[in-house]
Nanobody
Framework: QVQLVESGGGLVQAGGSLRLSCVAS????????MGWFRQAPGKEREFVAA????????YSTDSVKGRFTISRDNAKNTVYLQMNSLKPEDTAVYYC????????????????WGQGTQVTVSS
């Protein structure tokens, strides 16, 4: 288990940008695939993007490809989600999560979660 703390959410107009950050407590940060999920009101939590141990490989859901970029700085125990060209449908609480294995999009495969940060995109 690792403690995760997200920040960077807020209110932005459609077409704008935000960068989310997630700081991990553990020295073992480099052991984990790191991911971002989101949950909109009345909807199930959905996978957004994830990044491998050294940051060299990533995967994401189709709806954010070309707009969102996930990255990590292992020296700072931090993973980022750069969100550009935001749309109202991106409005959700965004969660950072850690997994032992690379490649999963299932929330059940991620063992540690942050508390979430709200992103609201106005039209």
């Amino acid at each position: 288990q690792v403690q995760l703390v997200e920040s960077g959410g807020g209110l932005v107009q459609a077409g704008g940008s935000l960068r989310l950050s997630c700081v991990a407590s553990a020295r073992t940060f480099t052991w984990y695939t790191m991911g971002w999920f989101r949950q909109a009101p009345g909807k199930e939590r959905e996978f957004v993007a994830a990044i491998g141990l050294n940051g060299g490989s990533t995967y994401s859901t189709d709806s954010v490809k070309g707009r969102f970029t996930i990255s990590r700085d292992n020296a700072k125990n931090t993973v980022y989600l750069q969100m550009n060209s935001l749309k109202p449908e991106d409005t959700a609480v965004y969660y950072c999560a850690a997994a032992f294995e690379y490649g999963s999009r299932r929330s059940d495969d991620f063992h540690s979660w942050g508390q979430g940060t709200q992103v609201t995109v106005s039209s």
